[in-house]
């Protein structure tokens, strides 16, 4: 109020006094009429400055916010009220513009982090119309987000179980899906809110795999030792029942140590791999001597060859291995193990070593028995997997060697290859990383032999 008053008394005073001038250049005296009329017009031109100044901000106000920050933007009126009232106005929407900027701000910070989430978001407005997704989301169902915004959500995420799932609106559990175009499994769950629903989907492809392999495991394990105790189990009946001669028991007994050495091997077997799945990782800094692993190895397969086999070692340069020594003799004596139970006697078995280029090293047993065909080959490491299950239980195989390399050499960051020839023979290799290899001062060179420790 202060200051139209102030402008309207400055006005009337402005007024008055060019009354006074004007009186006075006309030679009259400055008489009170002529001040009231000099400040009557100052009222009058405030009133008509205040009536142009109020046009002008009208005008200015009606302007939209583009113009307001174009070229050809009106400027707002500096003094008066008008000047008053458009600063205000300026200044409340500038406070107005930052806060929706940071309420915007807020929103992307929030939808950017649900559009990194490992699971899809999926918001349904209340006709089930697509109205927001995130990345994994648009993965999940094959969507298009700008493209199938306000379409349908079922006109375009057609898979019969998720159209039936969301018709009955029994959301307290999960639904799982395979999609054809998403190569995998889906958990989907739904979440009413508001008046839309919230679709949440996780990818479950690996939890069902691992849960698959799980079963199989528990079925393979119970497979392999319901037969050795059905043996068991029925001679012990036979032993209680049928009265019979000394010599008819003694087989019959070595028969069931027999069964029990089998079920002993796999029980041993099944303990080594759950203490490679759940143990330490093998040190990067206690060194084992290659030569002297492999010729225990090779030692181990004489042992159980019992001159069967021409057992030969043949040493790349000397060197020596980080890691855990009873796992990498474990799995080199696995090798060997195969090779001299499944070549027929009189076959010959070489156990090799040798530099990669990037000086890692590969250990290799090399046999000329019967060979594996290739259709085999990428199963071997296989938990249980056999190519002929009854040679392999004959030969006291439990079918889980393989796996035990593999997962030695998993730990060890190193990997098994198998190169083998149906008639020929097979060649089992041990690679191992040059961050786990120290090569000795000394090398002996390649292909030179070492002569093993007899027995
Ligand atoms: P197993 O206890 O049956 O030997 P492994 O996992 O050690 O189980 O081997 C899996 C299968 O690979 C064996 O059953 C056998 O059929 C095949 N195999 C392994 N080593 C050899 C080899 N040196 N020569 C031929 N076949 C082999």
Same mark, same amino acid.
């Given at each position: 109020?202060?200051?139209?008053?102030?402008?309207?008394?400055?006005?009337?005073?402005?007024?008055?006094?060019?009354?006074?001038?004007?009186?006075?250049?006309?030679?009259?005296?400055?008489?009170?009429?002529?001040?009231?009329?000099?400040?009557?017009?100052?009222?009058?031109?405030?009133?008509?400055?205040?009536?142009?100044?109020?046009?002008?901000?009208?005008?200015?106000?009606?302007?939209?916010?583009?113009?307001?920050?174009?070229?050809?933007?009106?400027?707002?009126?500096?003094?008066?009220?008008?000047?008053?009232?458009?600063?205000?106005?300026?200044?409340?929407? !500038?406070?107005?513009?930052?806060?929706i900027r940071s309420e915007g701000d807020r929103l992307a910070f929030?939808?950017?982090?649900?559009?990194?989430?490992?699971?899809?978001?999926?918001?349904?407005?209340?006709?089930?119309?697509?109205?927001?997704?995130?990345?994994?989301?648009?993965?999940?169902?094959?969507?298009?987000?700008?493209?199938?915004?306000?379409?349908?959500?079922?006109?375009?995420?057609?898979?019969?179980?998720?159209?039936?799932? %969301?018709?009955?609106?029994?959301?307290?559990?999960?639904?799982?899906?395979?999609?054809?175009?998403?190569?995998?499994?889906?958990?989907?769950?739904? !979440?009413?809110?508001?008046?839309?629903?919230?679709?949440?989907?996780?990818?479950?492809?690996?939890?069902?795999?691992?849960?698959?392999?799980? !079963?199989?495991?528990?079925?393979?394990?119970?497979?392999?030792?319901?037969?050795?105790?059905?043996?068991?189990?029925?001679?012990?009946?036979?032993?209680?029942?049928?009265?019979?001669?000394?010599?008819?028991?003694?087989?019959?007994?070595?028969?069931?140590?027999?069964?029990?050495?089998?079920?002993?091997?796999?029980?041993?077997?099944?303990?080594?791999?759950?203490?490679?799945?759940?143990?330490?990782?093998?040190?990067?800094?206690?060194?084992?001597?290659?030569?002297? %692993?492999?010729?225990?190895?090779?030692?181990?397969?004489?042992?159980?060859?019992?001159?069967?086999?021409?057992?030969?070692?043949?040493?790349?340069?000397?060197?020596?291995?980080?890691?855990?020594?009873?796992?990498?003799?474990?799995?080199?004596?696995?090798?060997?193990?195969?090779?001299?139970?499944?070549?027929?006697?009189?076959?010959?078995?070489?156990?090799?070593?040798?530099?990669?280029?990037?000086?890692?090293?590969?250990?290799?047993?090399?046999?000329?028995?019967?060979?594996?065909?290739?259709?085999?080959?990428?199963?071997?490491?296989?938990?249980?997997?056999?190519?002929?299950?009854?040679?392999?239980?004959?030969?006291?195989?439990?079918?889980?060697? %393989?796996?035990?390399?593999?997962?030695?050499?998993?730990?060890?960051?190193?990997?098994?290859?198998?190169?083998?020839? %149906?008639?020929?023979?097979?060649?089992?290799?041990?690679?191992?990383?040059?961050?786990?290899?120290?090569?000795?001062?000394?090398?002996?060179?390649?292909?030179?032999?070492?002569?093993?420790?007899?027995?």
């Open positions: 109020m202060l200051i139209p008053l102030s402008f309207l008394g400055l006005f009337c005073t402005a007024g008055a006094a060019l009354g006074a001038l004007c009186a006075s250049t006309l030679n009259q005296d400055v008489s009170a009429e002529a001040l009231l009329l000099g400040a009557l017009a100052g009222a009058l031109s405030h009133q008509l400055y205040g009536c142009a100044q109020s046009e002008r901000l009208s005008a200015w106000a009606k302007q939209s916010i583009d113009q307001r920050s174009g070229p050809r933007a009106l400027r707002a009126p500096q003094v008066g009220v008008s000047g008053e009232i458009a600063y205000r106005v300026e200044k409340n929407y !500038r406070a107005y513009e930052r806060s929030f939808l950017s982090a649900i559009d990194a989430s490992p699971n899809g978001v999926l918001l349904l407005n209340a006709h089930q119309e697509i109205d927001w997704c995130n990345r994994t989301a648009a993965l999940h169902f094959a969507l298009d987000p700008v493209r199938d915004r306000l379409q349908p959500v079922t006109n375009i995420v057609r898979m019969p179980e998720f159209i039936a799932y %969301l018709r009955e609106g029994q959301f307290d559990d999960a639904v799982t899906l395979r999609s054809s175009r998403f190569a995998g499994k889906l958990a989907v769950i739904v !979440r009413p809110y508001g008046e839309g629903m919230l679709v949440l989907s996780q990818d479950v492809t690996e939890r069902d795999r691992a849960e698959q392999m799980r !079963r199989d495991f528990v079925a393979n394990v119970s497979h392999e030792m319901r037969t050795p105790l059905t043996v068991v189990s029925g001679f012990i009946e036979t032993l209680a029942s049928i009265p019979m001669s000394d010599s008819d028991r003694q087989g019959m007994l070595g028969m069931m140590e027999t069964q029990t050495q089998r079920m002993q091997a796999i029980v041993a077997d099944l303990l080594t791999l759950a203490e490679l799945e759940g143990g330490a990782m093998p040190p990067l800094d206690v060194w084992t001597d290659c030569h002297s %692993l492999l010729a225990r190895a090779a030692d181990t397969g004489r042992g159980l060859s019992a001159g069967g086999h021409d057992i030969s070692l043949q040493s790349g340069p000397l060197c020596e291995l980080a890691g855990a020594d009873s796992e990498l003799l474990s799995a080199v004596d696995n090798l060997v193990s195969n090779a001299c139970r499944y070549t027929p006697p009189g076959g010959v078995i070489v156990i090799g070593q040798r530099m990669t280029p990037a000086g890692g090293v590969v250990i290799e047993v090399t046999d000329n028995g019967p060979g594996i065909a290739p259709e085999h080959l990428p199963r071997l490491t296989e938990r249980f997997y056999r190519v002929d299950s009854g040679r392999s239980r004959e030969h006291g195989g439990t079918g889980l060697g %393989l796996s035990i390399v593999k997962h030695v050499m998993q730990r060890h960051g190193g990997r098994v290859d198998i190169q083998s020839e %149906l008639g020929k023979g097979s060649c089992f290799s041990l690679e191992l990383p040059p961050a786990r290899v120290r090569r000795d001062s000394q090398p002996v060179g390649a292909g030179q032999a070492v002569q093993a420790p007899t027995r």
